[in-house]
Structures are given as structure tokens and as C-alpha cells.
């Protein structure tokens, strides 16, 4: 009888407890607005970096032109900063938040 | 200026004016490349050394755990320079009369925008330059060093506009 019982409560707050912790390990990686890049130059970044398809970096350019920023990519902490270190190589200002 | 794109190459063809604005550039970052970080100006140490975030919480969070990656931002620039002395070198069809020609393969025309975006965000940076001054008309302009800071930076966007036209991202 046991052997087929459901998971106790202990569990359920481990597992809850696992999923906030996991959401709360992504990092966003956002680049923001600047004066100088193309917009053309930063769909190829877009494209290049993030592996964007043509509209969708188009896209994200143009929140980053419009709103200021965009949020790019939602990544592990290691993955993130390596993302903001290629955006920043070819001149992007790209930054992390948590979150 | 000419752009044309066969198979993998990137044949980019200037004219003599053109050849001569160009090779300026990329002396002007030869020289920044191969300055010394330390001797280079407050704003130029701060664009080579970056921020991964905005946030001083996180810097610090990011500071006592990430790896130091002050070492591949050095690398860039002994890379670019590297490239940079490659398209300058006297043997090279940018030092030939009259007009030049560059031969880049995909790779190159990648690190080339890139070369040459770092020129134009060096000299914003030096200037101040915002999005008002961006899009001012230069004969609207004074100052004689600002510019020719903002005709140089003008000049680098047209070539990136013509490589962005020739080259396609895998």
C-alpha cells in the first residue's frame, strides 16, 4: 500500500522551493539605447550574437531605438555575461540584471 | 565606394579621397590599440575596461564571483591590432596611388565593422557626443575638431552601411 502513496507535503514545498530558485537564477541580458550605433549594424549584432532571425532582431532593435532598451536574452548568470561581453566587443551597450 | 560580395569575400573599393580618410582611421587606432591602457585617456580606459551591469549590487555579486574578464577585453585589442597593422601594412592594397582596394573574408568583414565602430565610438565618447549632436548638420559646427570628429564618424558609418549591404550573418 505504500509503495503507491503521494508525495509528501515536505516534498511539494522542495519542489516550489526548487522552481523560485531556479526563476530567480535567470539573468536578463538588456542593451540600451546609444547615439552613435546604426541601427542596421545593431540587427547584424542581434543577428550575429543571439542568433536572431532578420524580424526579430528588427524587432529588438527597434524597442531598443524607441523605449531606450530591450531585453535580449534570459540566461544562466554564466551564459548572460558572456552574451554581454560579445554584444559589448562589437559596441553595443549591453548590461545583466538579475531577474 | 564600392562593395561586392563573391562567394565568402568582401571586395571594398575607395577611391583616392575615400582611401585616404580610411587609412587615417585606422592610424588613429593603431595608435589607440597600441597604447597602454593606463596611459590612455579617463573615458578611453573606461570603454576598453565596460560594466556588465548598471546595478552596484550586482557589480559587486558579479565582481566576487565572475571570473576577471578585464583579460579578454585586452585580448580584443591586441587582436584588432594585429588586424588593424594586417590592413595597413605597406606591402597592402591600401598603401597603392590612387584608389585601394580590401579583400575580407566573412570573419574579417566582422572584426573590420567592429575595428571601425570602435572609432566611431572612441571619438562620441572623447566629444560627448549625444543624439542632438549626432544628427546636427555639420556646417552648423564651430568647433573645427568636433567637427571633423563628426565627419569622420559619418564617413565610417557609410563603409559599415555598405558592408552590412554585402555581408550575411550565418
Not at chain 1, 35 to 56: A, G, H, I, S
Not at chain 1, 78 to 93: I, N, R, S, T, W
Not at chain 2, 61 to 78: A, F, I, M, N, Y
Not at chain 2, 116 to 134: F, G, P, Y
Amino acid at each position: 500500500m505504500n509503495a503507491i502513496a503521494s508525495p509528501t507535503p515536505v516534498e511539494e514545498v522542495d519542489a516550489q522551493t526548487r522552481t523560485r530558485n531556479a526563476f530567480e537564477k535567470v539573468w536578463g541580458v538588456i542593451v540600451w539605447n546609444d547615439p552613435v550605433n546604426l541601427m542596421p549594424y545593431v540587427v547584424f549584432v542581434f543577428k550575429r550574437v543571439l542568433k536572431m532571425t532578420q524580424e526579430m532582431a528588427h524587432q529588438h532593435m527597434m524597442e531598443v531605438h524607441q523605449r531606450g532598451k530591450s531585453l535580449v536574452a534570459q540566461e544562466t548568470r554564466e551564459k548572460a555575461e558572456f552574451l554581454v561581453h560579445q554584444l559589448q566587443g562589437f559596441g553595443l551597450q549591453a548590461t545583466m540584471e538579475k531577474g | 565606394m564600392r562593395c561586392e560580395r563573391s562567394n565568402n569575400w568582401l571586395t571594398l573599393e575607395f577611391e583616392e579621397r575615400e582611401k585616404e580618410l580610411l587609412l587615417y582611421s585606422l592610424e588613429e587606432l593603431e595608435g589607440h590599440y597600441s597604447t597602454d591602457e593606463s596611459t590612455l585617456s579617463t573615458k578611453s580606459q573606461a570603454y576598453w575596461k565596460g560594466k556588465l551591469t548598471h546595478s552596484k549590487d550586482i557589480e559587486k555579486e558579479l565582481s566576487e564571483e565572475s571570473v576577471d574578464l578585464s583579460e579578454t577585453r585586452r585580448l580584443w585589442k591586441s587582436e584588432r591590432l594585429i588586424l588593424v597593422r594586417k590592413w595597413l601594412a605597406e606591402e597592402g592594397t591600401l598603401k597603392t596611388q590612387g584608389g585601394g582596394i580590401l579583400v575580407l573574408d566573412q570573419g574579417e568583414a566582422e572584426q573590420f565593422l567592429a575595428v571601425i565602430n570602435d572609432r566611431r565610438l572612441l571619438l562620441a565618447l572623447e566629444h560627448n557626443l549625444d543624439e542632438e549632436m549626432m544628427s546636427r548638420h555639420l556646417s552648423k559646427i564651430n568647433d573645427s575638431e568636433l567637427q571633423q570628429a563628426l565627419w569622420e564618424i559619418h564617413f565610417l558609418a557609410i563603409i559599415q552601411h555598405y558592408i552590412l549591404e554585402g555581408i550575411d550573418v550565418p
